[in-house]
């Protein structure tokens, strides 16, 4: 089976982007599939998820997606952490630099090259900005999904995205747009039915979908989980938004493979 590389990318914060990427690595592996985490935000929200004890582990540890890029003699494999919901390569806040840096944009594909004939899905965990980090995790990857809250707010940068999206084409023809994934949002509220009917249009005219499954809002859960530096989805398999992550993994797999 061939790899598939997707990035989770919306510019705008707080949409749900690096729980969606750890909740859905957490469904793929426990669907059999050999997962790697890279994520390109600074904030180490994903690192942060799935590692315990995040800053610690770190604390003089010279292996993250900064130093990948930066050491021409550090191998990927041995910058790889293995943990319960699929393999990772950290972030760390030294990303911060990389926009000021002047690198091309071919750095992080060139870390996926190295390592996607070793896993199902590579999963690209993305900050919330249009910055070199975006542009270099949408040049590594084949497919986005677009997480998004069911508010105005929420979507009203999205073209914006797009535009980001087109370049980037540019120079990865085949960079595709899977489509809107839903977030933190209920589809029995009539304001949210109403976003998602926007988000439908949009969707049809550029060739992708709206995800029918959509997260639910899990109170207190992810940040209960982010303070105690564990794993979500081991840890509260029958909450609801994390059912919904299971059925949208599953329309994933439909998606790409
Ligand atoms: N389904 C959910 N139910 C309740 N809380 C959620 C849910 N999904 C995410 N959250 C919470 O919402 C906040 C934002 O989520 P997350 O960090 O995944 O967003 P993000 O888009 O990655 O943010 P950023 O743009 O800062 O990287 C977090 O506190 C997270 O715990
Ligand atoms: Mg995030």
């Known amino acids: 089976m061939s790899c598939s590389v997707i990035a989770f990318s919306n510019q705008k914060g707080g949409v749900g982007k690096s729980t969606s990427v750890v909740a859905t690595a957490g469904c793929l592996l426990g669907r059999g599939y050999t997962v790697l985490v890279i994520d390109t935000d600074p904030q180490a929200t994903a690192s942060s998820y799935m ?69 199902d899905f590579i999963l690209i965990d993305t900050p919330p900005n249009l910055g070199w980090l975006q542009t270099a995790a949408l040049e590594a990857s084949d497919d986005i999904v677009i ?78 989980a982010e303070a105690m530096h564990t794993n979500v989805f081991q840890m509260h398999r029958k909450n609801n938004a994390l059912k919904d992550y299971a059925a949208f993994a599953d329309a994933l797999i439909k998606a790409v493979k």
């Open 51 to 119: 590692v315990s004890d995040f800053e610690k582990q770190e604390e003089g540890r010279e292996a993250s997606l900064y130093h990948l890029i930066m050491d021409e003699n550090l191998s990927v494999p041995d910058s790889i952490v293995h943990t319960p919901s699929g393999d990772l390569i950290t972030a760390s806040f030294l990303l911060y630099d990389m926009d000021r840096l002047g690198l091309g944009t071919s750095a992080i594909k060139e870390i996926v090259d190295e390592v996607r004939g070793q896993y």
């Open 147 to 224: 997480p998004t809250k069911a508010t105005a707010q929420s979507i009203r940068g999205i073209p914006t995205f797009f535009d980001t999206v087109y370049y980037v084409q540019n120079t990865n023809p085949k960079l595709r747009i899977l489509g809107f994934l839903i977030t933190m949002s209920n589809k029995r509220v009539l304001a949210c039915k109403a976003i998602a009917g926007e988000l439908e249009t949009i969707a049809q005219q550029m060739g992708c979908q709206v995800f029918p499954e959509w997260i639910r809002l899990a109170e207190g859960l992810f940040g209960e």
